[in-house]
């Protein structure tokens, strides 16, 4: 089933899976739309010119917000005071029915219908479609966990659907990925001069994981720690020959997005991994991935995203054996060293040296206090 969530009409192939717990209203929704398995697909942009043009510098906005601000000049008083109560409280009118919606807001159906109309949207049900898309895109943790609180069923159970949740994930990019896509992309990378990878906040142990990766087989990769202006200082001195990974998800961080616009700007080749083909990421990036981060946890599932980045790695490294092979040789002489591992000789030193530091402090609290 081909469905768009894309107000370019970029379409994502999604399909149902059966899963071993019965999912919820809102879990089903959450599920469907966006955080669902969905197809690994590389996404280029429309138009790279009209892009670096200005239109990446806009707000983001979901496509019923966008309609809304197209139409508000044209719409009487009501109208957008009615529209605007709706988006206001998505959670609560998502699900309705023009007749429901309707009596919620103590107006006639037709009233509801018109309004629909005067969007743009022939049908309710297209409306609804985006109203959907519009609330799950504003889902927060609390809500993801609330949700998951209010089912029947036992902590054994919720473990059990997270990981067969996780392995669902791993099934569809297993079933999807596509070897010319991540072949394709990590040719991009062996160009280019230097690789900035931008996650922030939780996404940045996906950053740093890549940026490990692409160093360990010769590459000059970066994942910046840091406040907003280390990292404009890190994407102001990228160029035409230099690529910016760009890793978030759902409604997606700002100092990712713009990361992503800055660099755009100065001529870098743009590539981001998110999970939605409407989300920011994917919108304003020359190409990205789109795959599942679904998870009953609030925190979201990381788990096929890195092995989506693992078969960039490889790709990578088999694109440069010789390179890879002598990185990893002089590596492998580290490891065999064996001062970086644990043993029971340097352990009964660390300790051993680690009680007379402490005796020492005892001795010289004793003295302080007399």
């Known amino acids: 089933m081909e469905i768009s969530l894309n107000p370019n009409s970029i379409f994502v192939n999604k399909k149902m899976h059966h899963l071993l717990f019965p999912f919820d209203l809102l879990q089903q929704l959450v599920y469907f739309l966006l955080e669902s398995p969905v197809e690994m697909k590389t996404i280029l942009a429309k138009s790279a010119l009209q892009k670096r043009n200005g239109e990446a510098r806009k707000e983001f906005r979901t496509s019923l917000e966008q309609r809304f601000a197209g139409a508000s000049e044209g719409l009487g008083r009501s109208r957008r005071d009615l529209i605007r109560a709706i988006l206001d409280n998505p959670d609560d009118t998502y699900f309705l029915s023009s007749r429901a919606m309707a009596k919620r807001y103590g107006v006639d159906t037709a009233t509801i219908v018109r309004t629909v109309q005067a969007l ?49 994930n791993l099934h569809v990019l297993r079933s999807t990925l596509r070897s010319p896509e991540v072949i394709e992309i990590a040719k991009i990378i062996d160009r280019a001069s230097r690789i900035v990878i931008v996650g922030i906040d939780l996404a940045y142990s996906l950053s740093t994981h890549l940026a490990y990766g692409l160093v360990s087989v010769g590459y000059d990769a970066e994942a910046p720690l840091g406040s907003t202006g280390n990292l404009h200082q890190k994407i102001n001195v990228l160029g035409a020959r230099d690529v910016l990974v760009a890793i978030s998800f759902g409604r997606c961080l700002r100092d990712t997005v713009e990361s992503a616009q800055r660099a755009r700007e100065r001529g870098a080749f743009t590539f981001g991994m998110t999970d939605s083909s409407t989300s920011p990421i994917a919108q304003f990036c020359d190409a990205a991935w789109i795959t599942s981060i679904a998870n009953p946890s609030f925190l979201g599932s990381y788990v096929a995203p890195i092995a989506a980045m693992d078969a960039l790695i490889v790709a990578c490294a088999h694109l440069q054996p010789k390179r890879s092979l002598e990185m990893l040789q002089y590596k492998d002489s580290e490891l065999r060293s064996g001062a970086r591992w644990y043993s029971a000789a340097t352990s009964g030193e660390y300790n051993q040296n680690f009680s007379k530091e402490n005796d020492h402090a005892a001795i010289q609290q004793t003295k302080t206090r007399t």
């Open 120 to 168: 743009g949207y022939a049908r309710y049900a297209d409306f609804i479609t985006d109203l959907r898309t519009h609330f799950v895109s504003r889902l927060t943790p609390y809500t993801l966990m609330k949700a998951a609180a209010s089912e029947k069923r036992s902590i054994a159970d919720h473990i059990a659907h997270s990981l067969e949740t996780e392995l669902q």
